[in-house]
């Protein structure tokens, strides 16, 4: 089963508007936590990484202030693109890293984002 | 260079054929080392991690050469829900990690 959720799986939401994206580990405490992007046939991107208790460090290129990252607790992360764009529009993914299991990183099951 | 190379593909192969992939790092400090599979519109989903000693699993055998600095995954007897993206992870220590583009593969009948 799923070790990782992330929730919701698709939002279609207005330009301007702001959506959130929760990212729970199910089965660890996941004190650090990772913010993915995806675009089409593409890589993997690094947005930030989410610290429990502290700031997330975010890659360079993203802006802190758009995506808004906060890491309350072990077991919760949460991603907020503010006044989004259609250019936002994209798959983000979460990961939580077990650090048990040799640095491995979970995956949620992705977030598909479509600004109109 | 990129820090992990990975040949896009796809690789084109029917059922029941032998493939590799290859993947390169350019860290020799690189500590950690995965396969991850992809499908399309989905989250990347841990294959297996890779060793030197080497590591398989059924029809999927992944080694790590460290003085070459590559990886490789071998898909025996490919079946169709093989077809998928399959991305070279590594770490760099803590949960530093770099992800390959991936290579694409499709299985047909």
């Known amino acids: 089963g799923a070790v990782v959720s992330q929730h919701p799986s698709r939002v279609i939401c207005k330009s301007g508007t702001s959506v959130k994206i929760e990212c729970r580990s199910l089965d660890f405490q996941a004190t650090t936590m990772f913010w993915y992007r995806q675009f089409p046939k593409k890589s993997l991107m690094l947005m930030a990484t989410s610290n429990e208790g502290s700031k997330a460090t975010y890659e360079q290129g993203v802006e802190k202030d758009k995506f808004l990252i906060n890491h309350a607790s072990l077991t919760l992360s949460t991603l907020t693109v503010t006044s989004a764009h259609p250019e936002d529009s994209s798959f983000y993914i979460c990961s939580a890293g077990d650090r048990v299991a040799k640095n491995i990183q979970y995956f949620g099951a992705g977030t598909r984002l479509s600004v109109l | 260079r990129k820090e992990v190379e990975q040949d896009p593909g796809p690789f084109n192969v029917p059922e029941g054929a032998t493939v590799a992939f290859n993947c390169t790092y350019s860290?020799?400090?690189?500590?950690?080392f995965f396969w991850y599979r992809q499908d399309c519109r989905k989250e990347p989903k841990l294959l297996m991690s890779?060793?030197?000693s080497g590591n398989e699993d059924g029809r999927f055998t992944a080694q790590l050469n460290r003085a070459s600095q590559y990886i490789s995954l071998l898909i025996r007897d490919s079946k169709l829900s093989d077809s998928a993206t399959y991305l070279c992870v590594v770490t760099l220590g803590g949960f530093k990690t770099i992800f390959g583009a991936g290579t694409r593969l499709f299985v047909k009948a």
């Open positions: 860290n020799s400090a690189s500590q950690s």
């Open positions: 890779v060793y030197s």
